[in-house]
C-alpha cells in the first residue's frame, strides 16, 4: 500500500496562516496533489507540485521535497470558509493512479 | 458540460443484495476510478480504467467488479452486498496529457448496507 501521513485534526484562527503537512513513501512517484473536501461534498482540486519547491496559488501554496517525501499546504489569511478536510494524494506514474491520505480536518474559529 | 455524473445519489440495500452504480463523464478523459470514502476517512481506491476495455485493481477491490465499455462509461457492480461496503462513493476522471491532470469528481454515491 501507499503511505501518506497527514495530522487528522487543526484548529487555526480567522485571518491566520496554517501549514497542513503531509509525508508518503511510494514508489513510481509523479506528483502530490491537494484536494478540498467540504462536508458532504465531493473533493475539488486546490494545488500539485511535480517538482520540487513552491506553488502559488492566490491564497493556497503548496511547498514539495521528493528527496524527504515531504509536502505541504500554506493556507493565508484564512476565512470561515476554508474550514473543510484537506487531502493529500500521490499521483503513480503506473496507471495514472491517485492514492490519498486519510485527510486533514481543518476547523477556522472567529 | 455535465463532467461526472453518477447514480443513484443514495441507496440503501439488504445484505446479500446487488446493484451497480452508475458514473458517465462528457469530458472524453481517458482515465476513470471509483473510490470508496468511510466516515472521517481518506479515499481508497476501488478500481480505475486507463481507457476502454482495460481496468486494474486499486487498493480495496474485494467485494467490487467493473466495465469499460465505453470511454464514458465506467459502472461498479456489488454482487453480493455487505455491511463493510457501506460507504460513500465517488467516481472521478482525469486525462493524462493534460497540464494539471487533475481528478474531477462525481457528487458521490451513499450506500447503505443493512
Known amino acids: 500500500g501507499q503511505n501518506i501521513d497527514q495530522p487528522t485534526e487543526m484548529t487555526a484562527t480567522e485571518g491566520a496562516i496554517v501549514q497542513i503537512n503531509c509525508t508518503y513513501q511510494?514508489?513510481?512517484?509523479?506528483?502530490l496533489f491537494w484536494y478540498q473536501q467540504h462536508a458532504g461534498e465531493a473533493p475539488t482540486f486546490l494545488s500539485y507540485?511535480?517538482?520540487?519547491g513552491l506553488e502559488e496559488k492566490g491564497r493556497f501554496s503548496s511547498f514539495l521535497s521528493r528527496s524527504k517525501g515531504y509536502s505541504y499546504l500554506l493556507l493565508k489569511e484564512l476565512q470561515m470558509k476554508d474550514s473543510a478536510s484537506y487531502l493529500c494524494?500521490?499521483?503513480?506514474?503506473?496507471?495514472?493512479?491517485?492514492?490519498f491520505g486519510t485527510g486533514t480536518s481543518l476547523t477556522v474559529i472567529p | 458540460n455535465a463532467g461526472v455524473t453518477q447514480t443513484p445519489k443514495f441507496r440503501i440495500l439488504k445484505i446479500g443484495q446487488s446493484m451497480t452504480l452508475q458514473c458517465t463523464q462528457d469530458?472524453?478523459?481517458?482515465?476513470m476510478y471509483w473510490y470508496r470514502q468511510d466516515p472521517g476517512m481518506g479515499l481508497k481506491l476501488i478500481y480505475y480504467?486507463?481507457?476502454?476495455?482495460?481496468?486494474d485493481k486499486g487498493e480495496v477491490p474485494n467485494g467490487y467488479n467493473v466495465s469499460r465499455s465505453t470511454t464514458e462509461d465506467f459502472p461498479l457492480r456489488l454482487e453480493l452486498a455487505a455491511p463493510s461496503q457501506t460507504s460513500v462513493y465517488f467516481c472521478?476522471?482525469?486525462?493524462?496529457?493534460?497540464?494539471?491532470?487533475?481528478?474531477?469528481f462525481g457528487a458521490g454515491s451513499r450506500l447503505t448496507v443493512l
Open positions: 469530458m472524453n478523459h481517458n482515465y
Open positions: 494524494a500521490v499521483r503513480k506514474n503506473t496507471g495514472n493512479q491517485f492514492y
Open positions: 511510494t514508489s513510481g512517484f509523479n506528483g
Open positions: 480504467s486507463v481507457g476502454a476495455g482495460i481496468t
Open positions: 507540485n511535480v517538482l520540487d
Open positions: 472521478a476522471s482525469s486525462q493524462a496529457d493534460s497540464g494539471a491532470n487533475v481528478l474531477t
